[in-house]
């Protein structure tokens, strides 16, 4: 079987990287997880992504002085250089543009910690104990250009429970996060889930 090469690029610990990881392992599994990016040096992430023996690279944002076009044309080099065929952002704090997001259309996922299209942004777990809503969770979609408004691969939800704070509905969450995302990645890499209409690529960046 041909495994999908996938990217992960990640600005923190990864914790969904490392998830990906345990499940490419798996014969079976239809990727392999060849490379892990992060826009910040010190990222703990890189530590777990090499103790894995997987190859990492860090294009740190910060050294283009706020060149968002030149730090994009980096990354995209260092994906194209390793043959990425799918990118899976795991925590990565960077906002991408129309640019990057049009020349890999249909080959990026992101999880965000919420049952989208609900608490799109930042603070979805306040956001949604503030709400009172009875169910949150986790969903992987494709990468689009609105934020948080790509189609859904994968989504799973949990209770909001009497008493949850921040915390404690983070961690639930967590766990699922942890189970989707692998599930996403294999529709995915299995051509069962696709993006029906592919953003045109942008043949020159401008920001």
């Not at 996922?109 to 603070?123: C, T, V």
């Amino acid at each position: 079987m041909s495994k999908k090469r996938v990217a992960v690029l990640i600005s923190g610990r990864g914790s969904n990287m490392t998830a990906l990881i345990e499940a490419a392992k798996a014969k079976d599994y239809p990727a392999e997880i060849v490379l892990v990016v992060s826009n910040v040096p010190d990222a703990t992430g890189l530590t777990h992504a090499r103790e894995a023996a997987i190859a990492t690279a860090v294009i740190d944002h910060r050294s283009f002085r706020g060149d968002r076009a030149a730090f994009e044309r980096a990354l995209d080099d260092e994906l194209r250089n390793f043959r990425i065929e799918i990118v899976c952002l795991a925590g990565f704090m960077r906002l991408l543009t129309a640019w990057f997001i049009g020349r890999w259309s249909g080959r990026i996922l992101n999880i965000h910690p919420a049952l989208l299209p609900e608490f799109k942004g930042l603070h979805t777990h306040r956001r949604a104990l503030e709400a009172g809503v009875k169910q949150h969770g986790a969903t992987v979609h494709f990468v689009v250009e609105a934020t948080d408004a790509g189609p859904v691969i994968s989504q799973q939800s949990v209770p909001v429970l009497q008493g949850d704070t921040e915390e404690t509905l983070a961690a639930r969450v967590l766990e699922i996060e942890h189970r989707i995302y692998p599930e996403a990645l294999r529709l995915v890499a299995e051509g069962r889930a696709k993006l029906a209409t592919p953003q045109p690529e942008i043949k020159n960046p401008r920001v």
